[in-house]
């Protein structure tokens, strides 16, 4: 008798579960390049996980690049990129920090990419507006605090470094 109420509270318990809570988390990657890569410092955000509305699964990165690396990035704006990463690039780079994000930060968030990827012209400067800018501003779409030291423009690591220490809130997770 014992076992079947035991039973029974189980399947009625069942019926009160809640759902998983479905959350998409932003992470902030760097990468330190590489001679045998090929491959430049670089930053870039990732987002994992689910949305809460629809429990759509997410798993998307994006980065901001020179449509083509050349001289002519030293010399002023060239034409630009939006870079998704492989996997095995991925698993080469260090992830600095991660914050969750709600279903309206994650749209904010793909809206400002689709901006960047659709801006008119040459968008890329090496100086003003290169990956480390691109990334600052999905940082501040989640109310991170964000600056671009000078001696930092060229240095993703030391950058994400720089807004973790920044952002005390990060520390605490």
């Known amino acids: ?14 019926g009160w579960a809640m759902p998983a809570a479905a959350e998409v988390e932003l992470s902030f990657h760097s990468y330190g390049g590489s001679m045998f890569d090929g491959r430049y410092p670089h930053t870039f955000i990732l987002m994992r996980g689910s949305l809460d509305k629809t429990g759509a699964a997410v798993n998307e990165n994006y980065g901001f ?9 030293l ?3 060239v034409e630009h990129d939006i870079m998704v990463e492989k996997a095995d690039y991925i698993r080469k780079t260090k ?23 659709n801006a008119p012209g040459k968008y890329y400067d090496l100086e003003k507006r290169n990956c480390i800018h691109f990334v600052g501003a999905m940082a501040k ?26 952002n005390p809130q990060l520390r605490s997770k």
């Open 95 to 117: 992830r600095h920090f991660t914050v969750k994000l709600s279903d309206a930060e994650y749209y904010r968030i793909r809206r400002e990419v689709a901006a960047w990827r």
């Open 65 to 73: 690049t020179a449509k083509e690396v050349s001289a002519a990035i």
């Open 1 to 14: 008798m014992q076992k079947l109420v035991a039973i029974l509270l189980a399947v009625f318990s069942l």
């Open 141 to 166: 779409i989640v109310g991170l605090r964000v600056s671009y030291p000078q001696d930092m423009l060229r240095k993703p690591k030391k950058w994400l470094n720089h807004v973790a220490g920044m």
């Open 75 to 77: 010399r002023g704006p």
